[in-house]
C-alpha cells in the first residue's frame, strides 16, 4: 500500500530556516508531480510549491524566493527548503502525489502533515 510521510516540521523562530521532507513508500511504478500544501487555523488548505517529474517547478507568490522544493526521484522524496520564515507561514504542511502503483493506478495521495510553528 502507497504511503506518503512527511518530516521536518517544528518551532522555528521568525527569521529561521526548516526543511520538510515527504517519502513516498509502498509498490509504485512512477510517480508524476509532487507538492507542499498548508493549512493554517481557520484557514482553507493552499498550495504551496508544486514539482514535475522533470523537474520544473511553481510556487505561490506568499512563498517565492523564500521556500525551494526538490525532489530525489531515485528515493521517492520530495522536499521543501524554507527559509526566512514569517508567523504567517505557520500552518500545518501536507505533501500529494500523483503515483502509479500496481494497487492503484494514478491516483493522488497525501501525507497525514507536519505542524510548522514559526514564533519568538
Known amino acids: 500500500q502507497v504511503q506518503l510521510v512527511e518530516s521536518g516540521g517544528g518551532l522555528v523562530q521568525p527569521g529561521g530556516s526548516l526543511r520538510l521532507s515527504c517519502a513516498a513508500s509502498g509498490s509504485i511504478f512512477s510517480i508524476n508531480a509532487m507538492r507542499w500544501y498548508r493549512q493554517a487555523p481557520g484557514k482553507q488548505r493552499e498550495l504551496v510549491a508544486g514539482?514535475?517529474?522533470?523537474?520544473?517547478?511553481n510556487y505561490a507568490g506568499s512563498v517565492k524566493g523564500r521556500f525551494t522544493i526538490s525532489r530525489d526521484n531515485a528515493k521517492n522524496t520530495v522536499y521543501l527548503q524554507m527559509h526566512s520564515l514569517k508567523p504567517e507561514d505557520t500552518a500545518v504542511y501536507y505533501c500529494n502525489a500523483d503515483i502509479n502503483s500496481p494497487d492503484r493506478p494514478w491516483s493522488r495521495y497525501w501525507g497525514q502533515g507536519t505542524q510548522v510553528t514559526v514564533s519568538s
Open positions: 514539482i514535475t517529474s522533470g523537474g520544473m517547478t
